[in-house]
């Protein structure tokens, strides 16, 4: 039997709280990312998903508490020392972000932003700019854009220096937080094709954080639905698309606007998610749940799987009824 290989990023019970608040702002996430794997991690906006990718980094807010475990290749991020945080930033771990521009300092030529990390770590300049060459080539761009300031190029040609940036050191997991949020919508779709085609080349794990469930299904292997800080649903995606088992995602999939629904965008999800100041006894969608019961506001659902589908988690205590009874938006 050939051994299972270690997962690029493995986050496991990973429970984070902030000052201020009266319940963990990340409570008990599970969540893996294979080596070459496309993984996207969804939900509305404050659900927990930027704090949950920037663990791998071991970037916490200040004053956070952390338990669980956020591996990287094995190794505990959240237990490491600042010295071999910071080797793993330059090497194994990379990050795009949503605004290029916030990113950049916009005094620097992209040349010396791509080259300062490998230049660090100890790589003569003609060796780092022949990589920084061969990787903005990877990204569409030519040797020109050296040269030139971020305020010279658009904002899509900027998050393809971004991602040549995050691709400098080889790194074996890429952090993508919202990465095509702030294009427009050609850039978007071409940084989209870009991030599926350096996957295939450079078998580079990939977290990808969307708010956007049609983008996550477009690019990704597997889907991670979040809700208020916990895992609501995780499957491949196609079996996520093609039959939801938890409630919040298939309102989510309701709501989700699509070129072909008459009339465009569907109703959005009623009400709000829970506020931080609040603590949550049972399921933490049971306010805005068509299906919640008693036992909902009771007791927190566990993450079930479905025998018949490997791979298809869902913590909702009535599964059976909404796979019975259809779509909440249905109702
Ligand atoms: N540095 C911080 N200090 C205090 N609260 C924060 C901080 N970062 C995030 N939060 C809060 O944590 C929650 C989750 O944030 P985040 O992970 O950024 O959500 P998402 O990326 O899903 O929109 C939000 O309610 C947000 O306001
Ligand atoms: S556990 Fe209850 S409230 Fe939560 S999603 Fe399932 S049916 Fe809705
Ligand atoms: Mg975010």
Do not use: W
Request: with cysteine; hydrophobic share 45%; charged share 20%.
């Amino acid at each position: 039997m050939t051994p299972t290989p270690v997962p690029v990023l493995q986050v496991q019970d990973l429970r984070l709280t902030l000052p201020g608040t009266a319940r963990p702002v990340l409570d008990g996430v599970d969540l893996t990312v294979g080596a070459g794997e496309t993984v996207a991690l969804v939900g509305e906006s404050g659900s927990g998903k930027s704090l949950t990718s920037r663990t791998a980094l071991g970037l916490l807010p200040p004053g956070a508490i952390a338990s669980g475990t956020v591996r990287v290749e094995g190794e505990d991020t959240l237990t490491m020392s600042a010295a071999r945080l910071r080797a793993l930033r330059t090497g194994d771990v990379a990050m795009v972000f949503q605004d290029p521009r916030a990113a950049l300092n916009p005094l620097r030529r992209i040349g010396d932003f791509l080259t300062e990390g490998l230049r660090a770590a100890g790589t003569k300049q003609e060796a780092a700019t022949a990589r920084a060459v061969e990787l903005l080539d990877a990204v569409g761009l030519d040797a020109s854009a050296l040269g030139k300031y971020p305020s010279q190029v658009s904002g899509g040609m900027l998050q393809r220096v971004m991602i040549a940036a995050a691709l400098m050191g080889d790194p074996s997991l890429l952090l993508a937080d919202e990465p095509t949020t702030a294009l427009d919508v050609v850039s978007q779709a071409e940084v989209i094709a870009l991030l599926t085609k350096l996957r295939e080349r450079f078998g580079t794990g990939l977290l990808f954080v969307t708010h956007d469930l049609d983008l996550a299904a477009a690019i990704s292997d597997r889907v991670y639905v979040m809700y208020a800080g916990r895992i609501a649903e995780t499957a491949p995606a196609e079996t996520l698309f093609a039959g939801p088992r938890h409630p919040y995602t298939a309102a989510l999939l309701a709501s989700t606007p699509r070129p072909t629904a008459q009339g465009g965008r569907l109703a959005a999800i009623a009400g709000q998610p829970p506020d931080l100041r609040t603590t949550i006894e049972g399921c933490a969608f049971a306010e805005r749940c068509p299906l919640a019961t008693g036992l909902c506001r009771e007791r927190a659902p566990e993450p079930l799987p479905d025998p018949a589908r490997p791979g298809h988690l869902a913590a909702c205590h009535h599964t059976d009824r909404l796979v019975a009874e259809g779509t909440p938006a249905d109702a």
